[in-house]
């Protein structure tokens, strides 16, 4: 019995430790958060340069609203 779970342990441990690797840490840390201002400091140059539409800034709105 014990020697049937073998294959199935093996072939469970990569994907499991991928997801464990992959999950990362929730927080934000300085650099991700400074990296943020940055684009936002860029989007708002391009923003002067070539105004965003109407429907670009719903996009963003939804994109900051569902990824904060």
Same mark, same amino acid.
């Given at each position: ?8 342990? +093996? ?21 991700? +958060? ?5 684009? +936002? ?18 996009? +963003? ?8």
């Amino acid at each position: 019995m014990r020697n049937r779970w073998i294959p199935v342990l +093996r072939a469970s441990a990569p994907p499991l430790g991928a997801m464990v690797f992959l999950a990362g840490c929730a927080s934000k840390g300085p650099g991700e +958060r400074a990296g943020e201002s940055i684009d +936002r400091g860029v989007q708002n140059v391009q923003d002067v340069v070539n105004p965003a539409g109407p429907a670009q800034k719903v996009g +963003r709105a939804v994109d900051r609203t569902v990824n904060p």
